[in-house]
Protein backbone atom coordinates (compact mmCIF):
# COMPACT_ATOMS: atom_id res chain seq x y z
CA UNK A 1 0.00 0.00 0.00
CA UNK A 2 1.29 3.64 -0.87
CA UNK A 3 0.58 6.87 1.19
CA UNK A 4 0.61 9.98 -0.93
CA UNK A 5 1.42 13.46 -0.25
CA UNK A 6 1.71 16.41 -2.29
CA UNK A 7 3.93 20.11 -1.73
CA UNK A 8 4.80 22.54 -3.61
CA UNK A 9 1.73 24.66 -4.84
CA UNK A 10 0.74 28.46 -4.41
CA UNK A 11 0.38 31.38 -6.17
CA UNK A 12 2.29 32.55 -9.94
CA UNK A 13 2.15 34.85 -12.20
CA UNK A 14 1.23 33.76 -15.43
CA UNK A 15 4.14 32.97 -17.50
CA UNK A 16 6.02 32.04 -13.85
CA UNK A 17 7.06 28.27 -12.77
CA UNK A 18 6.21 25.74 -10.44
CA UNK A 19 7.47 22.03 -9.34
CA UNK A 20 4.60 20.59 -7.01
CA UNK A 21 6.06 17.02 -5.39
CA UNK A 22 4.16 13.96 -4.11
CA UNK A 23 6.12 12.12 -1.71
CA UNK A 24 5.14 8.50 -1.60
CA UNK A 25 5.20 5.60 1.39
CA UNK A 26 5.44 2.52 1.06
CA UNK A 27 8.45 -0.17 -0.28
CA UNK A 28 6.94 -0.92 -3.39
CA UNK A 29 6.48 3.23 -4.99
CA UNK A 30 9.31 2.04 -7.90
CA UNK A 31 6.45 -0.93 -9.06
CA UNK A 32 3.75 1.91 -9.28
CA UNK A 33 2.56 3.98 -12.60
CA UNK A 34 2.11 7.42 -11.38
CA UNK A 35 -0.52 9.96 -12.07
CA UNK A 36 -1.04 13.59 -11.84
CA UNK A 37 -4.69 14.88 -12.31
CA UNK A 38 -6.16 18.25 -11.41
CA UNK A 39 -9.15 19.96 -11.07
CA UNK A 40 -10.31 23.36 -11.44
CA UNK A 41 -13.24 25.28 -9.92
CA UNK A 42 -16.54 24.14 -10.86
CA UNK A 43 -14.96 21.24 -13.14
CA UNK A 44 -14.39 17.63 -13.09
CA UNK A 45 -11.17 16.18 -12.32
CA UNK A 46 -8.99 15.87 -15.90
CA UNK A 47 -5.89 13.69 -16.43
CA UNK A 48 -2.75 16.10 -16.53
CA UNK A 49 0.19 13.57 -16.83
CA UNK A 50 1.42 9.88 -15.70
CA UNK A 51 4.68 8.28 -15.56
CA UNK A 52 5.00 4.09 -15.56
CA UNK A 53 6.74 2.12 -13.02
CA UNK A 54 8.97 0.51 -16.31
CA UNK A 55 10.09 4.30 -17.02
CA UNK A 56 10.42 5.67 -20.76
CA UNK A 57 8.78 8.77 -21.69
CA UNK A 58 5.99 10.26 -19.54
CA UNK A 59 2.81 11.17 -21.03
CA UNK A 60 1.07 14.06 -21.06
CA UNK A 61 -2.06 15.78 -21.73
CA UNK A 62 -2.31 17.92 -24.73
CA UNK A 63 -2.66 21.41 -22.92
CA UNK A 64 0.76 20.74 -21.29
CA UNK A 65 2.80 19.12 -23.57
CA UNK A 66 5.74 21.49 -23.51
CA UNK A 67 5.20 23.28 -20.38
CA UNK A 68 4.86 20.11 -18.16
CA UNK A 69 7.89 17.83 -17.26
CA UNK A 70 6.58 14.71 -15.35
CA UNK A 71 9.90 12.69 -13.29
CA UNK A 72 10.00 10.30 -10.73
CA UNK A 73 13.22 9.64 -8.30
CA UNK A 74 12.24 5.98 -6.82
CA UNK A 75 15.06 6.37 -4.86
CA UNK A 76 13.55 9.24 -3.26
CA UNK A 77 10.06 7.88 -2.99
CA UNK A 78 9.21 11.21 -4.79
CA UNK A 79 7.33 12.19 -8.20
CA UNK A 80 7.71 15.75 -9.67
CA UNK A 81 5.65 17.96 -11.65
CA UNK A 82 7.62 20.97 -13.18
CA UNK A 83 5.69 23.55 -14.60
CA UNK A 84 6.41 26.10 -16.62
CA UNK A 85 4.82 29.09 -19.05
CA UNK A 86 2.34 28.87 -16.60
CA UNK A 87 -1.24 29.81 -17.30
CA UNK A 88 -4.38 30.99 -15.66
CA UNK A 89 -6.47 28.02 -17.14
CA UNK A 90 -3.92 26.01 -15.47
CA UNK A 91 -5.38 27.05 -12.14
CA UNK A 92 -6.40 24.63 -10.16
CA UNK A 93 -5.62 21.81 -7.40
CA UNK A 94 -3.34 19.27 -8.59
CA UNK A 95 -3.64 15.38 -7.51
CA UNK A 96 -0.82 12.87 -7.19
CA UNK A 97 -2.13 9.42 -7.47
CA UNK A 98 -0.74 5.72 -7.58
CA UNK A 99 -1.94 3.16 -9.89
CA UNK A 100 -4.59 0.64 -8.68
CA UNK A 101 -2.25 -1.97 -9.44
CA UNK A 102 1.66 -2.25 -9.27
CA UNK A 103 3.49 -3.23 -12.06
CA UNK A 104 0.86 -2.44 -14.66
CA UNK A 105 1.36 0.18 -16.88
CA UNK A 106 -1.27 -0.70 -20.24
CA UNK A 107 -4.02 2.00 -18.69
CA UNK A 108 -3.27 5.24 -16.97
CA UNK A 109 -5.26 8.09 -18.17
CA UNK A 110 -8.46 7.51 -16.18
CA UNK A 111 -9.01 8.11 -12.06
CA UNK A 112 -10.18 4.74 -12.31
CA UNK A 113 -6.79 3.23 -13.34
CA UNK A 114 -5.46 4.87 -9.75
CA UNK A 115 -6.46 3.63 -6.05
CA UNK A 116 -4.52 6.07 -4.12
CA UNK A 117 -4.22 9.87 -3.99
CA UNK A 118 -2.75 12.47 -1.95
CA UNK A 119 -4.77 15.53 -0.41
CA UNK A 120 -3.83 17.42 -3.29
CA UNK A 121 -2.18 21.24 -3.81
CA UNK A 122 -3.47 24.77 -5.07
CA UNK A 123 -1.64 26.19 -7.63
CA UNK A 124 -3.34 29.70 -8.68
CA UNK A 125 -1.74 31.85 -11.52
CA UNK A 126 -2.41 34.89 -11.89
CA UNK A 127 -2.96 37.19 -15.36
Known amino acids: QVQLVESGGGLVQAGGSLRVSCAASGRTFSTYTMGWFRQAPGKEREFVAAIRWTGGSPYYTDSVKGRFTNSRDNAKNTVYLQMNSLKPADTAVYYC????????????????????WGQGTQVTVSS
Open 97 to 116: AAHRYPGYSASYVQENDYGT
